[in-house]
């Protein structure tokens, strides 16, 4: 499966989990980040994607 996990990364360093099973991922001109799940579930967070891992199915937003 190609589905990854997002989570929300502070400027501490903590991660949170906002969402599973992600299939798009789109960076928004506002500062926001679009995910959309495999059901079809949408959500929008403040921040910038810093990184994706692949093979670990981890998409990391830092909150802006």
């Given at each position: 499966?190609?589905?990854?996990s997002?989570?929300?990364?502070?400027?501490?360093?903590?991660?949170?989990?906002?969402?599973?099973?992600?299939?798009?991922?789109?960076?928004?001109?506002?500062?926001?980040?679009?995910?959309?799940?495999?059901?079809?579930?949408?959500?929008?967070?403040?921040?910038?994607?810093?990184?994706?891992?692949l093979?670990?199915?981890?998409?990391?937003?830092?909150?802006?």
């Open positions: 499966m190609c589905e990854s997002a989570y929300l990364v502070s400027k501490g360093g903590e991660s949170t989990l906002i969402m599973e099973n992600v299939i798009y991922a789109v960076p928004q001109p506002d500062g926001m980040v679009f995910l959309e799940d495999i059901l079809g579930m949408q959500k929008t967070v403040r921040g910038i994607i810093k990184e994706i891992k093979l670990d199915h981890r998409i990391l937003i830092e909150s802006a």
